[in-house]
């Protein structure tokens, strides 16, 4: 669209503002006082024309003092007239929205994402430099838009150092498979990369958390043995009845070693060979009674020793 030429005129620009309609009084007095052409519509200017303009904006823009009216006003036009940028930007990752199934409320949200990065380059950029603007603008649009993906796309929260590890590794399993000609194991992984192969693995592992499956989606057919309408939730093992016992049991043991000979021959007798009490005084000497309050002791002490073991435990 045309853009209207600054008036050439010496009246004073708070008469010429009074007389605008509404909301356009202020643009119209801002751009006066700036010195610079008003922009009715800082979208519809075509990519030329916008480039033009920039230019003057961004001149203008650092002769000015931040903070100030018209400052805010140049600022916001140069923000409006490169909104083009990220919409540009924003198609080369309209394919990793989509698979979202909010996928136009996502777009929504890379578009504000890559405005912020058009609004970082436009804070960054020095028109000294006579250097086209969208050469800085691109790679702080791109940017933000990608990690922007890095950190909220993934179906679990895994540290940073191992997401740029994935990425990483997808780009070395390009890079071999096309010059092996064939899949890169984990050790061609490991040395093309410079990295232990328990950190390829790691990364491998990582990249799992980048999407996630439903517990009541059906299960994919198998060969010849069809999923015959069962879900992953129908298919996970549960959890091992015994294992409590195994971790009672790998915490009493430094607990018995404690113990006296006497105090252990005494539980072995009771739990190993099931003798009863009057058995077990009469292979040790003492009474029934003795052995009773002998044993009930021992498992008192036992037992506190091992919630209190359990509520601090020793570190490793």
Known sequence: MPVPAPSSHTADPRTDAAVLPGPRRSAEALALSAGLPRIDEPREVAPADARELSRVFFRRLHELTEGTPEYRYV????????????????????????????????????????????????????????????????????????????????????????????????????????????????????????????????????????????????????????????????????????????????????????LTDRERTMLRMRFGDELTQAQIGDALGISQMQVSRLLTRLLAHLRSSMLEDAQHPQSA
């Open 75 to 258: 600022r916001n036009t140069l923000i409006e007239m490169n909104a083009s940028l990220v919409q540009y930007a924003v198609r080369r990752f309209r394919g990793r929205a989509a698979g979202d199934v909010s996928a136009g409320g996502e777009i929504e949200d890379i578009v504000q994402v890559g405005t912020i990065g058009l609004i970082k380059a436009i804070d960054r950029f020095d028109p000294a430099r006579e250097t086209e603007f969208s050469t800085l603008a691109m790679p702080y649009i791109t940017g933000e838009i990608k990690r922007h993906f890095r950190d909220t796309t993934w179906a679990v929260r895994v540290p940073r150092r191992l997401q740029e590890l994935r990425i990483d590794i997808a780009k070395a399993k390009e890079e071999l498979t096309a010059t092996l000609d064939r899949s890169p194991t984990v050790a061609d992984l490991a040395a093309h990369l410079s990295l232990t192969e328990e950190e390829v693995v790691e990364g491998l592992v990582a990249a799992n958390g980048h999407t996630s499956g439903s517990l009541d989606a059906p299960q994919a057919e198998h060969g010849d043995h069809p999923s015959e309408g069962h879900t992953l939730a129908d298919v996970l093992g549960e959890e091992e009845p015994a294992l409590e016992r195994v971790e009672d049991i790998q915490t009493l043991a430094p607990l018995l070693g404690q």
